[in-house]
């Protein structure tokens, strides 16, 4: 049993802590009553009541400036804005692919807000990325840095290399060679 008495333990450096707890409750309270059989916008307006209720302001389809060396270049229309500060883009797909990881990061990079959420309500599951930029800034710039594995990354999480079909269909064609004797 705990004692009431006893501090919460907190995160040492955890940014925007409270904020962060009741998005993710949101995210599990939207996601237990709709799972995902419902497109993004529908999730959208669910999460933006839920949020609210939990207290929190809420803005949806704000048009943000992305800047590049300091100048604004364009805008990005996010699905939902908390509290002025957290980002939050929604997806309701079969699963999160590589490629909306990174087109994210770009847009939290873009911007001048330090914490965003990639949710996808998918009908396996849901599935939460938190990333902050700074942490996001290093991981960038390691993926940046080596071209080659990014694409070997990407081909494993897609497929085959060319390579292994290649060897494969060598070794079927050599198998189907030796069993026919």
């Given amino acids: 049993?705990?004692?009431?008495?006893?501090?919460?333990k907190l995160v040492r450096d955890?940014?925007?802590?409270?904020e962060s707890y009741e998005i993710r409750g949101s995210f599990f309270a939207v996601w237990?009553?709709?799972?995902?059989?419902?497109?993004?916008?529908v999730i959208e307006r669910a999460l933006r009541v839920e949020l609210k209720s939990r207290g929190l302001v809420v803005?949806?389809?704000?048009?943000?400036?992305?800047?590049?060396?300091?100048?604004?270049?364009?805008?990005?229309?996010?699905?939902?804005?908390?509290e002025e500060k957290i980002l939050i883009e929604l997806k309701a797909k079969q699963f999160l692919t590589l490629e909306d990881k990174k087109q994210f990061w770009y847009y939290l990079r873009g911007s001048h807000y330090k914490l965003g959420f990639l949710v996808n309500f998918g009908q396996k599951g849901l599935e939460i990325y938190?990333?902050?930029?700074?942490?996001?800034?290093?991981?960038?710039?390691?993926?940046?840095?080596?071209?080659?594995?990014?694409?070997?990354?990407?081909?494993?999480?897609?497929?085959?290399?060319?390579?292994?079909?290649?060897?494969?269909?060598g070794l079927t064609m050599f198998l189907m060679g030796k069993c026919s004797i």
Avoid: C
Avoid at 59 to 82: A, C, M, N, W
Avoid at 146 to 151: F, K, P, V
């Fill in 32 to 41: 237990t009553e709709f799972r995902g059989v419902f497109k993004e916008k």
């Fill in 130 to 169: 938190r990333k902050v930029y700074d942490s996001v800034r290093n991981e960038h710039r390691a993926i940046s840095g080596d071209q080659r594995s990014d694409q070997r990354l990407s081909s494993a999480i897609n497929g085959f290399t060319i390579l292994e079909v290649l060897v494969v269909i």
């Fill in 14 to 18: 955890f940014l925007y802590e409270r």
């Fill in 59 to 82: 803005e949806t389809q704000k048009r943000i400036p992305i800047f590049y060396r300091g100048e604004s270049v364009g805008v990005y229309v996010h699905d939902i804005l908390v």
């Fill in 1 to 8: 049993m705990m004692n009431a008495d006893k501090p919460k």
